[in-house]
């Protein structure tokens, strides 16, 4: 089992950068995918990012170049550095752990708002 808390979220304009923190706390942090979704007013959540237990890593196409994921799983944290912010990536972004072994559910954080607005 393992629970995710999300911090980071903030309005910010334009061109900004933020960086989103995914505290995990649990077991088998070090044996999971992580990733970070997102999900704006009105629209299904979508995958932004992943990484994978060694470290591999994918982007959704419009945030390819901009974000970037990564992992400490000495402090069982995954993070998102989001650079060149636009009005579009305003959603509350979500930290999933994906299930491993017997386990039947994936995890999920709360969510952290994060608003690019002028």
């Known amino acids: 089992q393992m629970q995710l808390v999300e911090s980071g979220g903030d309005l910010v304009q334009p061109g900004s950068s933020l960086r989103l923190s995914c505290a995990g706390s649990?077991?088998?942090?070090?044996?999971?995918?992580m990733a970070w979704y997102r999900q704006a007013p009105g629209k299904t959540r979508e995958l932004v990012a992943s990484?994978?237990?060694?470290?591999?890593?994918d982007y959704e196409q419009s945030v390819e170049g901009r974000f970037t994921i990564s992992r400490d799983n000495s402090k069982s944290t995954v993070d998102l550095q989001m650079n060149s912010l636009k009005p579009e990536d305003t959603a509350v972004y979500y930290c999933?752990?994906?299930?491993?072994?017997?386990?039947?559910?994936?995890?999920w954080g709360q969510g952290t708002q994060v608003t690019v607005s002028l």
């Open positions: 649990g077991i088998g942090f070090s044996h999971r995918t």
């Open positions: 999933k752990a994906a299930r491993i072994w017997l386990e039947t559910d994936d995890y």
């Open positions: 990484i994978r237990p060694g470290h591999t890593t």
